[in-house]
């Protein structure tokens, strides 16, 4: 009786360890397989190689068309950046805090519109859309790179304009060289460090619904709607880069040309007053351009439908525009800088007139 309980309770006993054990290898496998299947879609959605850009449009004609368009845009951008370039380097009498930071922004500007421009008009035209992921990085870090830097710089440019209308007594000793050049390595800086973060912030998401960017460039807000990773990190910090840099910049060049303006008006002449309202005024609208379409690809909650030639008419604001217009509201419209282009185009075309003119001085 004693051995067949024995029995029993022995078997008992062990088919409890083969149930435990059997338990345990469906648990491990189970897990295995959870792990493969988790490391196979990462696989799937990281291993994208290259990511398909968006055109100017679909039909062939006027896609033609615009691509010129942007072409002769582009060029403009870089003749009229070059030209101050040029007269602000060449002519010493430019070789002021004001003249130093518009030479930056014209460096910055002809930049800027090289990294999307010549790329989405040679897509255009040759119906070649491929572009790899280290190229696609590389196009995000540089548009984020130079579109922060172009927003410090315009702060920058606003403060020297203030200091000099409102503060003329002040000017050499605040707009000195050393802080002229603290101010542009402390912008270069902030900008190098934020556009690293973002870019590195972005490629470490996984890229699984799809590799056409509803763009004609590369920029984090396309990307981030082909994750399907988590991208509220990546949200966040561009929604706090926006409010730290972009935020508080515009909000500085507003209160600088309102106190700008408030000092003008009190100027008598009246021909004064014209010539700065016309010069402050399209400053901040350029500025509003900039930064209100930048805001709104970059900060607007996510669509159900996305219309893409809406979403490419908005990023051309802020990547395109900018650039065509600073040196013409900025540069080409000040009477010194028409003054040493001219200078510099009569000692390029027609030197014998300088030499001329040189001796007549000499003899006077």
Known sequence: MDARQNAGVFTTVKELMNFIAAEYLVGTFHDTFEVNLHFERMANSTLVTEFLLEVFAEAWEVRILLSVLFLLVYLGSLLGNLIIIIATTVDQILNTPMYFFLRNLSILDMCYVSVTVPNACINSFSDHRNISVGGCAAQIFFVYFCACLEILFLTTMAQDRYVAICKPLLYPVIMNHQFCVQMTLTSLLSSLVLASLH?????????????VVPQFFCDIPSLLRLSCSDTFNNKLLILLSAIVVSG????????????????????????????????????????????????????????????????????????????????????????????????????????????????????L
């Open 199 to 211: 870019t590195f912030k972005t490629f470490q998401l996984s890229f699984c619904y799809s590799n």
């Open 248 to 363: 508080s910049c515009f909000v500085f060049i507003v209160i600088s040309y309102v106190r700008i303006l408030s000092t003008v008006l009190k100027i008598p002449v009246k021909g004064e007053r014209r010539k700065a309202f016309s010069t402050c005024v399209p400053h901040i609208i350029v500025v509003s351009v900039f930064l209100s379409s930048a805001a709104y690809v970059y900060l607007r909650p996510p669509v159900l439908t996305l219309e893409v030639a809406k979403e490419m008419t908005l990023s051309v604001f802020y990547t395109i525009v900018p650039p065509f217009l600073n040196p013409i509201i900025y540069s080409l419209r000040n009477r010194q800088i028409k003054e040493a282009v001219r200078k510099v185009t009569s000692r390029s075309f027609f030197p014998h007139l300088n030499v001329k003119e040189h001796v007549f001085v000499r003899v």
